[in-house]
């Protein structure tokens, strides 16, 4: 039985019993009870305990009771749709369902102190319940477990009965950006006929309401502002909140073609754009809205990732300062699951951004779902109870009541540093664009919306009846703006071509977009010697003063072993060339599952204390200022993550930052992040980014899912300089790659494919000299060779070099070059054709993969590299990356050797006879010979 139905069935005698208990001990009495308690003056007689003025104990209790349930359900039965009935809900609110009567309307109860209204009749109650609870905003809040804010929300909402009034230069000033948001739309519709544009029309109170978010922000210290959001409404917000000029948006609508500088670019409601803006207080505040793809809620992480460079590295880790906003559509936050994603990521040290705003444009139904086959929560919004945010359900026709949320909002963000939500009830004028017919699929709801009025037309009435204007005052606010319009309208050539503002361009000064020149030419990533001894004194040692787990001390005495014996292996090349950069004031990101420590138990970056769990960091103990070393253990989350740190590198080009996944193929999860950002980010925004991907990759019979990073994906979306593409078979060249991505003059994403069994492979190790010499090498040759003699040159990359080198040992096989491609794109052809020149009679180029023939590089390759006559060497054919079965891998994996090293039919088959036998033979013969046809 819950304490509801105990109030209703309890006798007075039971419920004094459990108020002795809670005077004894609040602790004992559950929170629900001890909110029913406190705030009461109790008489504390020997002969009784009721409150003072109480004359029955039961019914004052059962007001108590109704007093929660408002506070729980009141948000059930409010008026915030404006176009639709509401669902209806059980039990209802109505005093009879709480053992309340007619009969107690009119007595006075002290229960009214609860809502802070003093002594006060069940009448007077009532009303101040519904006026607070049941108008035109839904409050969700009651699940929130901190006491403090379960106080705080009640205390603002019912002081206030949910509503503010606003002077008349406010409510002037309100109509103005209603009107500016309800005439931009009107004059596209006319003046472009038929072109979408996805319309605002039908919530166009979202205008005044981010312009309130601003505003109330810049007076509690915000002073960035990052905006996410999808394509509806993006450009009415573009003209009235980042005040992109009319001029050019009408250019979006009417250009043909493209400024120079210009690749591919991509639809005007896509486009982003920021600005600084000088605020009444003189105060200079920073508002960008981030470009995004058609692929909803994709952009949140991203948003959230800037926000929290900006924190981290403008705003010296201060949440306060910057606030993220992100712009939902009621389908989609309750049909991505990124949404989630990123919800549990948000108080998370890594990756807490001190609250975010979100705003839901509720259209109350998807392209052409309805809200009901939507989704099976009660609420688009019902996501946010996960992290116990505050929800608030809005009539999108109260202008005032948004406002009021707005700024309760914020309020609420820069006090608790908390995720807030706040659900738009409102319509969608036309369909999904403007296009489309709606009435198909949702008849009675537009029947509905084509007699609603405009939120212009309705608040104006308002303000008429309220004496604040009168119709002439009104007619001329109007007709100004649509003045303004027409004008820039006119302003807009026939021939003028459609330019782009460069995204962020402030903090991408010194920064330039790659060039085929820039790419090739030659890095100096060499470091002193002095420098790497100190580091590796860091990152062999733990200290004596602190307990680690013994297998911690054993791995740091292997690794000593390896620096001693000038062997350095890929974990130690990794953590000197993020100690190098730290020396020179470039601070690191690295964030992915379990990249502490390494999927594979090989980086170490931090290590924990076996009695207190705390962690040592080595490379945190470099005494540099400006700098900050970060590797974090994200969530079980590709999508939001990689979103998250893409946000980041985007707003910090000055900091490696680094996701890293499990496996190499988990990046699956996070597909749409590499499609529409990774990729093609700088075709069509313009925006350059230096993120790097760290997919471990390669084939060690652990099944389809462990093997392969799926190399081909990104090699078929490279193009124009987009990526890097890169598998580094050596620390030391590890090492030269990562300096490389931050030493260059410009930022492209970094793909790189990396080892899990070479981690402590015993052949892939650097001496130290190749760490203080040389730089990244796009292309290794083969040191063993007699190239005068060699008749067939191999071609590899990765860990299939290892297990070609071996057998090439074996037989001493100094006819045959192994060739390593460690960089796949852009692709080295000039390297490539130099080699080739140094083995003048090779008979034979081979390209080996482990992957199969229809995935890997060789797809790649074979239209790459059109100068090479290949023969490859792969796996058969597959829609499955590799074999469930170890044995059948070991079984496929050395045929794939035996074929690099087949011996021909001749009288040596049974031996290695080094070609000998096929001198002055034509290709076709030797193909046959050798059984490759």
């Not at 629900?32 to 019914?59: C, H, K, M, N, Y």
């Not at 005032?400 to 700024?407: D, G, M, P, V």
């Not at 459609?498 to 330039?512: A, Q, R």
């Not at 999927?599 to 103990?621: C, I, N």
């Amino acid at each position: 039985m819950d304490k509801h139905e105990y109030l209703n069935q309890a006798d007075s005698s039971a419920i004094e019993e459990l108020y002795k208990n809670y005077l004894l001990d609040p602790q004992s009495v559950d929170i629900s009870w001890r909110r029913f308690f406190e705030g009461f003056e109790f008489a504390r007689g020997t002969q009784s305990i009721l409150p003072a003025g109480f004359t029955d104990v039961d019914t004052e209790f059962r007001v108590l009771n109704l007093i929660d349930w408002y506070r729980k359900r009141g948000h059930l039965f409010t008026k915030t749709n404006p176009v639709r009935e509401r669902r209806k809900y059980f039990p209802t609110l109505d005093i009879e369902n709480y053992g309340l009567s007619e009969a107690d309307l009119n007595v006075e109860f002290q229960a009214g102190k609860q809502i802070g209204i003093g002594p006060a009749t069940l009448r007077e109650i009532i009303h101040h319940l519904q006026e607070t609870y049941c108008q035109s905003i839904g409050a969700e809040f009651m699940y929130i477990r901190k006491a403090v804010i379960l106080e705080w929300l009640q205390k603002k909402m019912e002081s206030t009965q949910n509503r503010v009034e606003f002077s008349r230069d406010e409510k002037i000033k309100i109509f103005k950006h209603i009107n500016s948001a309800v005439a931009f739309e009107k004059f596209i519709h006319k003046k472009f006929v038929g072109q979408k544009r996805f319309s605002l029309e039908g919530i166009e109170a979202l205008i005044p309401a981010l312009d309130q978010v601003i505003e109330k922000g810049s007076q509690l210290g915000i002073r960035e502002f990052t905006i996410g959001m999808a394509h509806r409404g993006r450009l009415n917000v573009l003209a009235n909140i980042m005040q992109k000029p009319f001029v050019d948006i009408f250019r979006e609508f009417k250009g043909t073609d493209y400024a120079e500088g210009v690749v591919l670019g991509d639809v005007k409601y896509h486009l982003g754009y920021d600005r600084e803006v000088t605020m009444e207080d003189d105060q200079t505040v920073r508002i960008e809205l981030l470009p995004n793809p058609s692929h909803l809620e994709t952009v949140g992480p991203l948003v959230c990732g800037m926000a929290r460079a900006r924190m981290d590295h403008v705003h010296q880790g201060s949440e306060s300062p910057v606030l993220p906003i992100i712009i939902h559509g009621d389908a989609a936050i309750a049909g991505q699951g990124v949404v989630y994603e990123l919800l549990q990521m948000s108080q998370l040290p890594g990756y807490r951004t001190g609250g975010t705003i979100h705003l839901v444009l509720n259209n109350q139904v998807g392209f052409t779902t309805n809200y009901l086959e939507a989704r099976s929560s009660t609420y688009c919004t019902d996501v946010a109870k996960v992290v116990k945010s505050p929800v608030f359900h809005v009539n999108g026709d109260d202008v005032e009541a948004l406002i009021y949320t707005i700024r309760l909002a914020v309020e609420f963000r820069q006090l608790f540093h908390q995720d807030v939500f706040i659900d738009i009830l409102g319509y969608r004028k036309y369909g999904h664009n403007e296009g489309d017919e709606p009435r198909f699929t949702q008849p009675l709801l537009y029947k509905a919306i084509e007699k609603h009025s405009d939120i212009r037309e309705i608040y104006a009435k308002r303000l008429i009846d309220e004496g604040v204007f009168d119709q002439t005052e009104k007619n001329q606010i109007i007709d100004e703006f649509e003045n303004q319009l027409e004008s820039c309208y006119n302003g807009v050539g026939p021939n003028d071509k459609i330019k782009i503002k460069p995204f962020l361009l402030d903090d991408w000064t010194g920064f330039m977009h790659s060039t085929a020149h820039e790419i090739a030419a030659p890095v100096n990533t060499r470091v002193d010697r002095s420098r790497l001894t100190k580091l590796l004194e860091l990152i062999t040692l733990l200290p004596t003063d602190r307990n680690f787990f013994q297998k911690a001390h054993k791995i740091i005495e292997n690794r000593k072993k390896l620096v001693d014996a000038d062997q350095l292996d890929w974990a130690t090349g990794e953590l000197l060339a993020y100690g190098s950069l730290l020396q020179e004031g470039i601070s690191i990101r690295l964030s992915g599952q379990d990249s502490e420590r390494g999927t594979f138990a090989h980086r170490h970056a931090a290590w924990v204390q076996e009695d207190s769990g705390e962690k040592y960091y080595p490379l945190k103990q470099l005494d540099q200022v400006d700098t900050s070393f970060t590797v974090l253990n994200s969530p079980l989350s590709e999508y939001a993550v990689l979103g998250f740190e893409y946000g980041y590198a985007l707003a910090r080009p000055q900091t490696l930052t680094i996701w890293e996944a499990q496996f190499g193929d988990f990046a699956n999860n996070a597909q749409v992040i590499i499609d529409q950002y990774l990729v093609s980010a700088e075709e069509k925004w313009g925006l350059q980014n230096g993120l790097v991907l760290l997919l471990p990759h390669g084939y060690e019979g652990q099944g389809p899912e462990h093997s392969s990073a799926r190399i081909e994906r990104f090699l078929t979306m490279a193009a124009n300089l987009n990526i890097n593409v890169v598998n580094p078979t050596t620390p030391a060249n590890f090492f030269h790659l990562l300096r490389r991505q931050m030493i260059r003059r410009f930022r492209v994403p970094l793909v790189t494919f990396s080892p899990k069994s070479l981690l402590r492979h015993p052949n892939c190790t650097s001496p130290l000299r190749d760490f203080e010499s040389g730089g990244f090498q796009e292309v290794i040759d083969d040191p063993n060779t007699d190239p005068d003699h060699v008749k067939r040159v191999v071609f590899c990359w990765g860990k299939m070099y290892y297990e070609l080198l071996k057998p090439k040992a074996e037989w001493n096989a100094r006819d045959i070059a192994l060739v390593r491609i460690e960089q796949m794109y852009p692709f080295p052809h000039e390297a490539v054709k130099t080699l080739l020149k140094k083995y003048p009679k090779a008979q034979l180029h081979i390209w080996v993969q482990e992957e199969p023939e229809n995935m890997g590089a060789w797809p790649f390759i074979k239209n790459e590299v059109t100068y090479v006559d290949w023969i490859p060497v792969c796996r058969k054919p597959s829609g499955s990356p590799a074999t469930g079965l170890n044995r059948i891998h070991q079984i496929t994996q050395q045929e794939l050797i035996d074929k690099v090293f087949r011996r021909c039919t001749c009288e040596l088959r049974n031996t290695y006879c080094g070609l000998q036998c096929v001198e002055g033979k034509s290709r076709i013969e030797i193909l046959r010979e050798f059984e490759y046809l």
